[in-house]
């Protein structure tokens, strides 16, 4: 099984901040890789695709980067809607799909 | 607007079943896969079960496998999640989501979600 271990648990920033979020995978996983966010009481929404790509209808500022075992997420300034929690998936072992455990983003 | 809503929650005893329904809407149903994600109190995501556009192909975490059956019906655009043998570990949100292309990959629209509490 693929695990992905995000970091840090918890962010906290300011409206305006740059947030840098970090998923490790635990082998390679190629670029198969998404990035949801989930506020609270609500489903998870799709916010990156295939490591990099963004979904119609996805602001900007959420940008991801990465290959192999090491991703990205870049909300390149947070406003105040983004403060969330964010969940990296992979589907390189298809058909087991797998979720990292979650980073939540907090307002310092 | 795509939409889905799911049903069939609710409490039940260990060891007890229930059949969850996820409708679609807004979308050609027999063109995309679907996932049942799941999310157990204060914890994190967890892929439960996917099956293909066309049905021929479903899967299931270990966790759920043989006890879990997932099944789709495109006259109705609804995708089932039988669940037997439920225990304590089973309760959770489960969600149902909507893959972008015929297999599941990632899943790009989500419904509300449905509560299984399994409790004695």
């Known amino acids: 099984e693929i695990v992905l271990t995000q970091s840090p648990a918890t962010l906290s920033l300011s409206p305006g901040e740059r947030a840098t979020l970090s998923c490790r995978a635990s082998q390679s996983v190629s670029d198969s890789l998404a990035w949801y966010q989930q506020k609270p009481g609500q489903a998870p929404r799709l916010l990156i695709s295939?490591?990099?790509n963004r979904p119609p209808g996805i602001p900007a500022r959420f940008s991801g980067s990465g290959f192999g075992t090491d991703f990205i997420l870049t909300i390149s300034s947070l406003e105040p809607e983004d403060f969330a929690v964010y969940y990296c998936?992979?589907?390189?072992?298809?058909?087991?799909?797998?979720f990292g455990g979650g980073t939540k983003v907090e307002i310092k | 607007e795509v939409k889905l809503l799911e049903s069939g929650g609710g409490l039940v005893q260990p060891g007890g079943s229930l059949r969850l329904s996820c409708v679609a809407s807004g979308y050609n149903f027999g063109s995309h896969a679907m996932t049942w994600v799941r999310q157990a109190p204060g914890k994190g995501l967890e892929w439960v079960s996917g099956i293909s556009s066309a049905g021929g192909d479903t899967n299931y975490a270990d966790s759920v496998k043989g006890r879990f059956t997932i099944s789709r019906d495109s006259s109705k655009n609804t995708v089932y999640l039988q669940v037997d043998s439920l225990r304590v570990e089973d309760t959770a949100v489960y969600y149902c989501a909507r893959s972008p292309g015929y297999q599941y990959y990632y899943m790009d629209v989500w419904g509300k979600g449905t509560t299984v509490t399994v409790s004695s």
């Open positions: 295939d490591a990099s």
């Open positions: 998936q992979q589907r390189s072992s298809w058909p087991l799909l797998t």
